[in-house]
């Protein structure tokens, strides 16, 4: 396991402040109030764990597939609908959402090998990110990766917590499977817009793995 380098400033700013709070407690209240500056040490030291595992990458056997889109975000799939896009493709798409739990690994991979041609962000709210209108009205950042002659359309969400979206993508690159396309910071939501008529090989509520899991079959 490693950890992202998204999360390098986060982590410093945590360690300084879990040494400067317990630094204080050490030399105010452990004299007099024991009990309280132990539950400080324990507290700050489980919020520093959190941030270290929210930015880890874990080693992986990653899939790869010419003919498959693999899941470009851990998390669990919560939307299979067919829809009308108005951001792109102006017709029908087949959406796939995968909603990412502050708990879930939070870097997000590229589903197909392609070329980008287009990438755009988006500024909105921060509704939460299992919102039907999170889609089209929260902050967000869209890429289109085109393999031959399908395009796929990946939609990096931010949440009610999420309010920074890295991509990494610019029209004109050639991108490989599962490589990095972007990262989404404390819980959001991926959606994947495919061909209509597309076989998906996940189901609703099912928990998936980023790089890992085949989400359609072209």
């Not at 945590?14 to 452990?30: D, G, Q």
């Not at 930015?55 to 899939?63: A, S």
């Not at 009205?137 to 890429?143: A, D, F």
């Amino acid at each position: 396991m490693t950890i992202h380098k998204e999360g390098y400033k986060s982590i410093a700013i945590a360690t300084l402040v879990f040494a400067l709070l317990n630094i204080l407690s050490f030399f105010f209240i452990s004299a007099a109030l024991p009990w309280l500056s132990w539950l400080i040490l324990v507290a700050t030291f489980g919020l520093l764990l959190f941030i270290l595992s929210f930015f880890r990458i874990p080693n992986r056997n990653m899939t790869f597939g010419d003919n498959k889109v693999i899941c470009p975000a851990d998390g669990k799939v919560v939307v299979i609908e067919e829809i009308h896009d108005t951001e792109y493709f102006n017709g029908p798409r087949l959406q796939v959402s995968i909603f990412m739990s502050p708990a879930n690994v939070h870097v997000n991979r590229n589903p197909v090998t392609g070329d980008v041609v287009y990438s755009k962000y988006h500024k909105g709210k921060y509704l939460v990110a299992w919102h039907p209108k999170s889609s089209t009205e929260n902050e967000r950042h869209s890429v289109v990766l085109k393999r031959g002659n399908t395009e796929i359309l990946v939609k990096q969400i931010a949440g009610a917590l999420a309010k920074r979206i890295v991509n990494y993508l610019q029209p004109g690159m050639k991108v490989k499977q599962n490589d990095e396309l972007g990262f989404i910071k404390f819980g959001s939501r991926v959606d994947v817009l495919l061909p209509v008529g597309t076989a998906v090989d996940v189901k609703l509520d099912q928990m998936v793995q980023g790089g890992v899991t085949v989400l359609a079959t072209l």
